[in-house]
């Protein structure tokens, strides 16, 4: 079992019994409260029992162009960057993709890059619309525009402080909206 919550439009932060992560999408890090510090950029990382796997955005789309130029369509440079909500840029925006035990989250913030890259999703954790339309997911936590959200996905929206997951079966059947205040 484990708990999801956010302070902020920007964060998410997954607490199970044994470690608490904070993932934010503006700034591109990983706060496990470890004594080295935050974590920043993509990579693969183990935090007590939370998996996360951070992938470089604009690499991902990058890699992505180089297949379509080589199939004949031309190519494009990638120089996203990803604004806060209080006006800081993140130089290379990273998506995380965090497994706890069993259970897979994605945060993408408003991202809609590098989708692909993501694989099958439990929990979304997103402000983008067509991210929750290409992926999928069992559940959504709105990360921003919660009613444009709702009201383009033709869904209602529940408000909780905190989301409690027990396992992957416990996640509804039929797709769902929360929103974390």
């Not at 044994?18 to 935050?38: I, M, P």
């Not at 990579?43 to 180089?66: C, H, L, M, N, P």
């Not at 290409?134 to 009201?151: A, C, F, R, Y």
Request: with cysteine; hydrophobic share 40%; glycine share 8%.
């Amino acid at each position: 079992m484990f708990e999801i919550e956010s302070k902020n439009p920007d964060e998410i932060t997954i607490t199970t019994k044994k470690t608490s992560v904070t993932v934010n999408v503006a700034q591109s890090e990983v706060d496990g409260n470890l004594s080295v510090g935050k974590i920043q950029g993509p990579g693969e990382f183990e935090i007590g029992d939370i998996y996360i796997k951070g992938i470089d955005v604009i690499e991902a789309q990058t890699s992505a162009e180089r297949s379509a130029s080589e199939d004949g369509k031309s190519e494009k440079k990638a120089t996203d960057a990803t604004i806060s909500s209080d006006g800081s840029v993140a130089e290379r925006p990273v998506t995380y993709l965090v497994t706890v035990g069993g259970v897979k989250i994605a945060v993408i913030g408003g991202c809609e890059k590098a989708l692909d890259e993501l694989g099958m999703v439990d929990i979304l954790c997103t402000s983008s619309v067509r991210a929750v339309r290409e992926i999928e997911p069992k559940l959504v936590i709105s990360m921003g525009n919660i009613d444009g959200m709702v009201t383009e996905l033709k869904l209602t929206a529940r408000t909780e402080k905190k989301l409690k997951v027990k396992n992957a079966d416990s996640l509804p059947v039929a797709l769902e909206v929360v929103v974390l205040s």
